[in-house]
């Protein structure tokens, strides 16, 4: 069972940069993958980002990709996403994830067995 909590979000002014981040416990491999997911007022929750522990892939939605990075410090078994250019519609409550050696990085929320709490990230024009 892996344990994740996500920490870092505030509110930023548009155009500002906020890195958050996930913390894993429990038991971890190598070629699990860590997702980014987030979900806005009154839409469906969408996928971000993803890297395996072992930084052999990842994946980016079209949304995000240039100005949002995936990152990871393996020895501190967390996972980061370093926000930049921000927009207003990047407001949401931002989710980590986590699926256990999958084939391929999924972009698809129900391949994942495990979530954390959610942290808020709020942009401000």
């Known amino acids: 069972q892996v344990r994740l909590e996500e920490s870092g979000g505030q509110t930023v002014e548009a155009g500002g940069s906020l890195r958050i981040s996930c913390a894993a416990s429990?038991?971890?491999?190598?070629?699990?993958?860590v997702a980014w997911f987030r979900q806005a007022p009154g839409k469906e929750r969408e996928f971000v980002a993803a890297m395996r522990w072992n930084g052999d892939s990842t994946k980016y939605a079209d949304s995000v990709k240039g100005r949002f990075s995936i990152s990871k410090d393996n020895a501190k078994n967390t996972m980061y996403l370093q926000m930049n250019s921000l927009k207003r519609e990047d407001t949401a409550v931002y989710y980590c994830?986590?699926?256990?050696?999958?084939?391929?990085?999924?972009?698809?929320?129900?391949?994942?067995?495990?979530w954390g709490q959610g942290t808020q990230v709020t942009v401000s024009s």
């Open positions: 994830a986590s699926e256990t050696v999958p084939v391929s990085i999924s972009p698809y929320a129900r391949r994942y067995n495990s």
């Open positions: 429990g038991r971890t491999y190598n070629r699990d993958a």
